[in-house]
């Protein structure tokens, strides 16, 4: 099915994020948590490509695996930066061979060897804007949003203007960078919203787990801890099993502060622990069909 078209029949929408195991792990690691995932309903499984060191090559056919073995609709990301236009179409044909139909078109951080000259491609605005002038231009396409800005934009008002670049050459709907500040995200939304982005949005929510991930989060995609949290990490940091819990505890509390609020969808990034997915879900559920038989609207505030 495709996302934009899922989009508009229901809300809100939850999806989960999954990535692809380092090339010496065997497939059946990635295979083992999407079965995992199965009893939770997602709306769709998003595959990453080559994110935190992850192999690209496996996106394809993890992608596959999610929409033909187990049956799930599939979102396969996508970079451009560093690729040409024959390296994008041939992921696209081999998407397309696979009958995934949804692409997360992102740009991706900047590769050692970095942009080949002949290189249309700098932004995901350009990525988007080649899918859709070419044979692919039927996918429905998501795109990256930052609710704290882009960490290498100078200001978060420049990076919503390019957000909305993303909009105009035809994304379908947005997705967030995580954030463990929902008032932060409720800011964000007014100033997208206040310069005529209407796409659907789902907000990207990650369980921490154990203090290592906070300091790898923080200094990648320079998400801020708010004081709550901050106590929380700092009360419970010695004791893993104890920050486990209260980390999930935390990020069921976002979602459902969320879902109040109207989000159009929750992007789950699962760090492939349906486990942890799975308390997750159990503590939404209900709320989870309440909204959907019930397709509340947007409030935004
Ligand atoms: P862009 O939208 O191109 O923005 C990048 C920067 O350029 C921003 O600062 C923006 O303000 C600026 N900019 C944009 N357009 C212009 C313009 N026309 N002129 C001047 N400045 C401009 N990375 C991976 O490698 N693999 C993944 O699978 C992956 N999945 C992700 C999923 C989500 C939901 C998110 C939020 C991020 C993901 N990333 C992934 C990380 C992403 O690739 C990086 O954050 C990257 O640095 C930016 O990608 P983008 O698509 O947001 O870029």
Not at 40 to 60: E, M, Q, W
Request: net charge negative; proline share 7%; glycine share 8%.
């Amino acid at each position: 099915m495709l996302i934009r078209d899922l989009l508009r029949a229901k809300h809100p929408v939850v999806s989960f994020e999954i990535f692809p195991p380092k090339p010496e792990t065997p497939l059946e690691t990635v295979y083992r948590a999407i079965d995992g995932l199965k009893g939770l309903a997602p709306d769709f499984i998003s595959v990453t490509y080559g994110a935190a060191g992850s192999s690209r090559d496996r996106t394809v056919e993890i992608a596959s695996a999610v929409h033909n073995r187990w049956g799930f609709t599939a979102l396969a990301h996508l970079t451009c930066m560093g690729s040409t236009p024959p390296e994008v179409e041939k992921v696209l044909e081999d998407l397309e061979q696979e009958g995934i139909t949804n692409v997360l078109a992102l740009r991706g951080d900047p590769r050692p060897e970095g942009i080949p000259a002949d290189s249309p491609f700098r932004y995901a605005s350009d990525l988007i804007r080649h899918v859709r002038r070419g044979h692919f231009r039927d996918f429905s396409l998501g795109a990256a949003a930052y609710p704290e800005g882009h960490p290498q934009s100078p200001t978060i008002e420049e990076d919503i203007l390019n957000l909305k670049r993303k909009q105009d050459e035809g994304a379908d709907f947005l997705i967030t960078q995580l954030f463990f500040d929902n008032e932060a995200f409720f800011r964000f939304m007014d100033k997208v919203r206040g310069v005529g982005v209407t796409l659907p949005v789902l907000a990207g929510i990650m369980p921490v787990l154990n203090a290592r991930q906070i300091g790898r989060i923080v200094s990648l995609c320079g998400a801020s801890i708010p004081p709550k949290f901050a106590r929380i990490i700092s009360r419970y940091e010695e004791t893993p099993d104890a920050l486990a819990e209260a980390g999930i505890a935390y990020a069921t509390e976002q979602i459902v502060d969320l879902l109040s609020w109207g989000i159009d969808g929750i992007h789950l990034y699962t760090m492939n622990r349906p486990d942890v997915a799975a308390r997750i879900m159990g503590s939404i559920s209900t709320l989870r069909s309440t909204l959907v038989a019930g397709q509340t609207a947007p409030t935004e505030g």
